[in-house]
């Protein structure tokens, strides 16, 4: 059955060119827990212009897809528009080698980034790798691990907000910080990374330090959406653990309290790193949410710290 679409046209303010915007009418969302419900309308804007005319028909009702790695989906799906910035216009790159200044569109896929970007000699990103996103995901989460994270390399990113208004900001006007970025509000189109030159043998062996760490440590082969929750900070200095103020393993607190193994469904902690959820065939989303609702009060009463996720749960408004 093909899907019901909803051709709009679209004209470019500076050529007067026109051009078809297709919404699709319930459509699947990837993600890469593989599990969740459908979009009661989805977008695949092919310019700038084809954007922020989605933004002026959302009504406020508005969210972007990446590359749906850290996003499940309610089993009963989601209402307003989703917009996936996956075609030509959002996943250009351009490098200056000279200057070390790369810009990425945000639906650029950030592990090639990576791999290109190491193999051109601009270091700065390699420490990123294994890492499933795409530029503007992983930009307005943070994205990092124990490696370094994302923040540490923008120079400037390029949006647009939720009137359809273009918007540049510098590094330093971003309220960047753990897994946080205040750009939520805003839509992210492109990013400029300021990189270094390094010579590219040193880069691949870091790289290949960086994959071999996850691979040892993380259930990569697993379906899973990366790390679920944030890693907290204590409130109060906990025996064996830190002291208040100390940022700890949400992983190490969950397997402290037994939760390796726990399974709601077709969803379980992995006995990896207690910090993924995996899926089997079968599993829904509310399996996956019980589960996380499982193991945050856990944690909770154990050691009186409330986990944040880092995975991200869409719902109907």
Same mark, same amino acid.
Do not use: Y
């Given at each position: 059955?093909?899907?019901?679409?909803?051709?709009?046209?679209?004209?470019?303010?500076?050529?007067?060119?026109?051009?078809?915007?297709?919404?699709? /009418?319930?459509?699947?969302? *990837?993600?890469?827990?593989?599990?969740? =419900?459908?979009? !009661?309308?989805?977008?695949?804007?092919? +310019?700038?212009?084809? $954007?922020?005319?989605?933004?002026?028909?959302?009504?406020? /009702? %508005?969210?972007? %897809? =990446?590359?749906?790695? #850290? %996003?499940?989906?309610? !089993? @009963? &799906?989601? @209402?307003?528009?989703?917009? +996936? $910035? +996956? &075609? /030509?216009?959002?996943?250009?790159?351009?490098?200056?080698k000279a200057s070390g200044r790369v810009v990425a569109g945000a639906g650029t896929n950030l592990p090639k980034?990576?791999? !290109?970007?190491?193999?051109?000699?601009?270091?700065?990103?390699?420490?990123? =790798? =294994?890492? *499933?996103?795409?530029? &503007?995901?992983?930009?307005?989460? #943070?994205?990092?691990?124990a490696f370094g994270q994302i923040s540490e390399s923008v120079a400037i990113v390029h949006a647009i907000d939720r009137d359809a208004n273009g918007v540049v900001l510098g590094r330093d006007e971003i309220d960047f910080s753990y897994r946080h970025s205040g750009l939520r509000d805003l839509i992210i189109t492109s990013v400029e990374f300021d990189l270094r030159e390094e010579d590219p043998a040193a880069l691949r062996a870091r790289l290949k330090e960086v994959m071999e760490y996850k691979k040892g440590s993380q259930p990569m082969a697993d379906q899973s959406a990366g790390c679920v929750w944030k890693n907290p900070t204590l409130t109060a200095d906990t025996a064996d653990i830190g002291a208040a103020g100390d940022r700890v393993s949400a992983g190490m607190l969950i397997d402290r309290t037994g939760c390796k193994g726990l399974s709601v469904g077709g969803a379980s902690v992995s006995p990896r790193h207690a910090n993924f959820v995996v899926t089997q065939i079968g599993a829904k989303a509310r399996d996956v949410i019980e589960l996380m609702e499982q193991t945050k009060l856990r944690v909770m009463e154990k050691f009186g710290v409330m986990l944040e996720p880092e995975v991200v749960v869409w719902r109907r408004h």
């Open positions: 059955m093909k899907p019901v679409v909803e051709m709009i046209r679209v004209v470019e303010d500076r050529t007067m060119t026109s051009e078809e915007l297709m919404i699709e /009418k319930d459509a699947p969302i *990837p993600t890469w827990f593989g599990i969740g =419900g459908r979009a !009661d309308r989805l977008a695949r804007p092919t +310019s700038a212009e084809q $954007l922020r005319e989605c933004v002026r028909r959302a009504e406020g /009702k %508005l969210r972007v %897809l =990446g590359d749906g790695a #850290n %996003l499940l989906v309610d !089993d @009963d &799906g989601t @209402d307003g528009l989703i917009v +996936s $910035l +996956s &075609g /030509k216009t959002f996943t250009g790159v351009h490098q200056e980034l990576i791999t !290109d970007t190491v193999r051109q000699g601009l270091a700065g990103l390699e420490g990123l =790798g =294994g890492i *499933p996103a795409t530029i &503007g995901g992983a930009v307005i989460m #943070n994205a990092g691990g």
